[in-house]
Protein backbone atom coordinates (compact mmCIF):
# COMPACT_ATOMS: atom_id res chain seq x y z
CA UNK A 1 0.00 0.00 0.00
CA UNK A 2 1.73 3.24 -0.84
CA UNK A 3 1.45 6.19 1.96
CA UNK A 4 0.63 9.54 1.04
CA UNK A 5 1.21 11.85 4.04
CA UNK A 6 -0.29 15.53 4.19
CA UNK A 7 0.65 17.93 6.83
CA UNK A 8 -0.84 19.80 8.30
CA UNK A 9 -3.75 17.73 9.26
CA UNK A 10 -5.58 20.86 11.04
CA UNK A 11 -4.66 24.32 9.86
CA UNK A 12 -7.30 27.37 11.18
CA UNK A 13 -6.05 30.60 9.80
CA UNK A 14 -7.38 34.83 9.07
CA UNK A 15 -9.04 35.60 6.11
CA UNK A 16 -6.30 36.67 3.76
CA UNK A 17 -3.89 35.07 4.99
CA UNK A 18 -1.13 32.64 2.67
CA UNK A 19 -1.25 28.78 3.31
CA UNK A 20 0.60 25.47 2.01
CA UNK A 21 -0.46 22.24 2.77
CA UNK A 22 2.02 19.00 1.91
CA UNK A 23 1.64 15.89 0.27
CA UNK A 24 4.75 13.37 0.85
CA UNK A 25 5.28 10.11 -0.04
CA UNK A 26 8.40 7.80 -0.51
CA UNK A 27 6.69 6.07 -4.24
CA UNK A 28 7.19 7.33 -7.22
CA UNK A 29 3.38 8.55 -8.99
CA UNK A 30 2.38 8.74 -12.22
CA UNK A 31 0.28 11.77 -11.47
CA UNK A 32 -1.18 13.33 -8.45
CA UNK A 33 -5.07 14.74 -8.09
CA UNK A 34 -6.04 17.17 -5.88
CA UNK A 35 -9.52 17.63 -4.39
CA UNK A 36 -11.44 19.26 -2.00
CA UNK A 37 -14.34 17.97 -0.02
CA UNK A 38 -16.71 19.82 1.87
CA UNK A 39 -18.67 18.48 4.91
CA UNK A 40 -21.43 16.12 4.00
CA UNK A 41 -19.96 16.12 0.41
CA UNK A 42 -18.45 14.20 -2.23
CA UNK A 43 -14.56 15.09 -3.07
CA UNK A 44 -14.60 17.68 -6.39
CA UNK A 45 -11.63 17.19 -8.39
CA UNK A 46 -9.31 20.86 -8.00
CA UNK A 47 -6.08 19.50 -10.66
CA UNK A 48 -4.21 16.90 -11.66
CA UNK A 49 -0.66 16.92 -12.40
CA UNK A 50 1.31 15.24 -14.40
CA UNK A 51 5.30 16.01 -14.99
CA UNK A 52 7.66 16.00 -12.33
CA UNK A 53 8.00 19.75 -11.37
CA UNK A 54 4.74 21.11 -12.66
CA UNK A 55 3.12 24.06 -11.73
CA UNK A 56 -0.52 24.67 -12.43
CA UNK A 57 -2.27 27.83 -10.76
CA UNK A 58 -6.27 27.81 -10.43
CA UNK A 59 -7.46 31.22 -9.28
CA UNK A 60 -5.74 31.92 -6.05
CA UNK A 61 -4.88 27.97 -5.50
CA UNK A 62 -1.13 26.79 -6.63
CA UNK A 63 -0.39 23.16 -6.97
CA UNK A 64 3.45 22.03 -8.07
CA UNK A 65 4.53 18.25 -8.29
CA UNK A 66 7.71 17.37 -7.06
CA UNK A 67 10.24 16.85 -9.72
CA UNK A 68 10.79 13.38 -8.59
CA UNK A 69 6.90 12.94 -8.90
CA UNK A 70 6.80 11.84 -5.15
CA UNK A 71 5.75 14.74 -3.22
CA UNK A 72 3.28 18.07 -4.20
CA UNK A 73 2.50 21.39 -2.71
CA UNK A 74 -0.57 23.63 -2.62
CA UNK A 75 -0.31 27.05 -1.54
CA UNK A 76 -3.72 29.57 -1.04
CA UNK A 77 -3.07 32.78 -1.53
CA UNK A 78 -5.58 35.26 0.17
CA UNK A 79 -7.00 32.50 1.53
CA UNK A 80 -11.10 33.62 1.52
CA UNK A 81 -14.07 31.56 4.06
CA UNK A 82 -15.23 30.05 0.78
CA UNK A 83 -11.70 28.09 0.91
CA UNK A 84 -12.88 26.25 3.78
CA UNK A 85 -12.92 22.49 3.82
CA UNK A 86 -11.18 19.34 3.82
CA UNK A 87 -8.48 19.02 0.88
CA UNK A 88 -6.88 15.30 -0.45
CA UNK A 89 -3.69 14.51 -2.43
CA UNK A 90 -4.35 11.51 -4.30
CA UNK A 91 -1.27 9.62 -6.22
CA UNK A 92 -2.03 7.70 -8.42
CA UNK A 93 0.24 4.71 -10.32
CA UNK A 94 -2.49 3.05 -12.69
CA UNK A 95 -5.70 3.13 -14.53
CA UNK A 96 -7.41 1.73 -10.89
CA UNK A 97 -4.70 2.30 -8.29
CA UNK A 98 -5.33 6.16 -6.69
CA UNK A 99 -4.10 6.46 -2.87
CA UNK A 100 -5.73 8.90 -0.72
CA UNK A 101 -3.52 10.93 1.81
CA UNK A 102 -5.53 11.22 5.14
CA UNK A 103 -6.23 15.06 4.17
CA UNK A 104 -5.65 18.49 5.28
CA UNK A 105 -8.73 20.11 7.30
CA UNK A 106 -8.89 23.85 6.65
CA UNK A 107 -10.83 26.74 8.28
CA UNK A 108 -10.45 30.09 6.88
CA UNK A 109 -12.23 32.58 9.71
CA UNK A 110 -14.12 35.93 8.30
CA UNK B 1 -20.18 17.63 -16.36
CA UNK B 2 -19.52 14.39 -15.57
CA UNK B 3 -21.84 13.47 -13.09
CA UNK B 4 -21.98 10.94 -10.80
CA UNK B 5 -25.28 10.31 -8.35
CA UNK B 6 -26.16 8.26 -5.58
CA UNK B 7 -29.03 7.20 -4.72
CA UNK B 8 -29.50 8.40 -1.20
CA UNK B 9 -27.87 11.09 1.18
CA UNK B 10 -28.38 9.39 4.55
CA UNK B 11 -29.53 5.77 5.78
CA UNK B 12 -30.38 4.50 8.55
CA UNK B 13 -30.40 0.46 8.57
CA UNK B 14 -30.44 -2.22 11.34
CA UNK B 15 -27.75 -4.35 12.61
CA UNK B 16 -28.50 -7.69 10.31
CA UNK B 17 -30.49 -5.69 7.25
CA UNK B 18 -29.35 -6.11 3.32
CA UNK B 19 -28.78 -2.52 2.39
CA UNK B 20 -28.56 -1.80 -1.37
CA UNK B 21 -26.47 1.64 -2.05
CA UNK B 22 -26.33 2.66 -6.12
CA UNK B 23 -24.62 4.81 -8.07
CA UNK B 24 -24.72 5.85 -11.56
CA UNK B 25 -22.34 7.74 -13.70
CA UNK B 26 -23.70 9.72 -16.96
CA UNK B 27 -19.90 9.93 -19.06
CA UNK B 28 -19.77 6.34 -20.06
CA UNK B 29 -16.79 6.03 -18.04
CA UNK B 30 -15.47 2.47 -17.96
CA UNK B 31 -13.96 2.30 -14.26
CA UNK B 32 -16.03 2.72 -11.26
CA UNK B 33 -15.18 2.53 -7.59
CA UNK B 34 -16.98 2.27 -4.45
CA UNK B 35 -14.99 4.11 -1.44
CA UNK B 36 -15.41 3.99 2.61
CA UNK B 37 -14.41 6.99 4.31
CA UNK B 38 -13.58 7.66 7.91
CA UNK B 39 -11.95 9.90 9.98
CA UNK B 40 -8.36 9.46 10.71
CA UNK B 41 -8.11 7.02 7.74
CA UNK B 42 -9.37 8.42 5.20
CA UNK B 43 -10.28 6.88 1.88
CA UNK B 44 -10.17 3.38 1.49
CA UNK B 45 -11.41 1.07 -1.69
CA UNK B 46 -13.92 -1.57 -1.21
CA UNK B 47 -14.34 -2.82 -4.83
CA UNK B 48 -13.88 -1.50 -8.52
CA UNK B 49 -14.81 -2.68 -11.65
CA UNK B 50 -13.71 -1.87 -15.07
CA UNK B 51 -16.25 -3.00 -17.55
CA UNK B 52 -19.93 -4.69 -17.22
CA UNK B 53 -20.01 -7.91 -14.82
CA UNK B 54 -16.45 -7.73 -14.09
CA UNK B 55 -15.11 -6.86 -10.25
CA UNK B 56 -11.72 -6.60 -8.55
CA UNK B 57 -11.60 -6.33 -4.86
CA UNK B 58 -10.14 -3.18 -3.45
CA UNK B 59 -8.14 -2.94 0.42
CA UNK B 60 -11.24 -3.69 2.22
CA UNK B 61 -13.32 -6.53 0.48
CA UNK B 62 -14.70 -7.84 4.06
CA UNK B 63 -18.48 -7.92 4.52
CA UNK B 64 -19.16 -6.29 0.71
CA UNK B 65 -20.20 -7.33 -2.64
CA UNK B 66 -20.79 -5.35 -5.67
CA UNK B 67 -22.92 -6.13 -8.89
CA UNK B 68 -22.33 -4.02 -12.41
CA UNK B 69 -25.13 -5.14 -14.88
CA UNK B 70 -25.24 -2.09 -17.06
CA UNK B 71 -22.12 -0.54 -17.83
CA UNK B 72 -23.41 3.02 -15.85
CA UNK B 73 -24.94 1.45 -12.20
CA UNK B 74 -22.67 0.21 -9.65
CA UNK B 75 -24.38 -1.28 -6.85
CA UNK B 76 -22.29 -1.93 -3.43
CA UNK B 77 -24.16 -4.23 -1.36
CA UNK B 78 -24.20 -4.94 2.67
CA UNK B 79 -25.35 -8.87 3.23
CA UNK B 80 -25.97 -8.17 6.68
CA UNK B 81 -25.12 -4.76 8.07
CA UNK B 82 -23.51 -4.28 10.93
CA UNK B 83 -22.22 -1.26 13.06
CA UNK B 84 -18.64 -1.39 12.34
CA UNK B 85 -19.90 -0.53 8.75
CA UNK B 86 -21.19 2.56 9.78
CA UNK B 87 -19.26 5.00 7.40
CA UNK B 88 -19.54 7.40 4.57
CA UNK B 89 -19.83 5.68 1.33
CA UNK B 90 -18.45 7.61 -1.70
CA UNK B 91 -18.70 6.26 -5.36
CA UNK B 92 -16.48 7.25 -8.16
CA UNK B 93 -15.66 6.52 -11.86
CA UNK B 94 -13.54 7.24 -14.49
CA UNK B 95 -12.27 7.03 -18.46
CA UNK B 96 -9.29 3.90 -18.98
CA UNK B 97 -9.33 5.75 -22.31
CA UNK B 98 -6.37 8.07 -21.37
CA UNK B 99 -3.88 8.96 -18.50
CA UNK B 100 -3.95 9.81 -16.16
CA UNK B 101 -7.42 8.56 -15.24
CA UNK B 102 -9.29 11.04 -13.09
CA UNK B 103 -11.78 10.00 -11.03
CA UNK B 104 -15.16 11.87 -10.66
CA UNK B 105 -17.37 11.31 -7.20
CA UNK B 106 -20.51 11.52 -6.11
CA UNK B 107 -21.93 13.40 -3.32
CA UNK B 108 -21.95 10.38 -0.70
CA UNK B 109 -24.50 8.05 1.04
CA UNK B 110 -23.92 8.67 5.43
CA UNK B 111 -24.63 5.35 6.19
CA UNK B 112 -25.59 4.45 9.94
CA UNK B 113 -26.68 0.91 11.15
CA UNK B 114 -28.06 0.76 14.51
Known amino acids: TQLLEQSPQFLSIQEGENLTVYCNSS?????LQWYRQEPGEGPVLLVT?????EVKKLKRLTFQFGDARKDSSLHITAAQPGDTGLYLC??????????FGTGTRLTVIP | DVKVTQSSRYLVKRTGEKVFLECVQDMDHENMFWYRQDPGLGLRLIYFSYDVKMKEKGDIPEGYSVSREKKERFSLILESASTNQTSMYLC?????????????FGPGTRLTVT
Open chain 1, 27 to 31: SVFSS
Open chain 1, 49 to 53: VVTGG
Open chain 1, 90 to 99: AGQTGANNLF
Open chain 2, 92 to 104: ASSSLGRAPYEQY
